[in-house]
């Protein structure tokens, strides 16, 4: 069995979603969506547009995952982050020493990260880091 190849580079460079983390604003109802559709899951609308999104969030619910690909060493934590300004982003967290760390509500960072390695090919993307408070 051959397995697909992994997107390229060049790829996720021309993607403005992926590293400018550009999502979609509903024109009528005023949600945000990330990855951007068409069409806004909220109320159908068409009418939608490009929207930049927030670093900053809090969580808003995460799991620790035991079960991953082989490039990714578990226990992973995966968080939903309530962006900033509205928007949702999905993703792994980088440098959490214990994964008890990682609370509901606690302040977050996205940045950007190495995810994987397939291939020879790195992928890279946004991953959740904890904010110090204080
Ligand atoms: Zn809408």
Not at 55 to 63: A, D, L, M, Q, S
Not at 84 to 101: I, N, R, S, W, Y
Request: net charge positive; glycine share 8%; hydrophobic share 35%.
């Amino acid at each position: 069995m051959t397995m697909p190849a992994p997107p390229s580079p060049v790829h996720w460079r021309l993607n403005p979603e992926v590293y400018r983390l550009i999502g979609m604003r509903c024109k009528d109802c005023g949600h945000i969506t990330y990855p951007r559709r068409k069409v806004c899951p909220k109320c159908g609308s068409f009418n939608t547009e490009n929207h930049k999104l927030s670093k900053k969030g809090t969580v808003h619910t995460y799991c620790i995952n035991y079960v991953l690909p082989p490039e990714i060493e578990p226990p992973a934590p995966i968080a939903i982050v309530d962006l900033e300004g509205g928007g949702k982003f999905q993703g792994l967290f980088t440098e959490v020493a214990k994964p008890e760390d990682v609370k509901i509500g606690a302040k977050v960072e996205l940045v950007l990260r190495k995810i994987l390695t397939s291939r020879g090919i790195a992928m890279y993307g946004y991953k959740v880091r904890l904010v110090e408070e204080g």
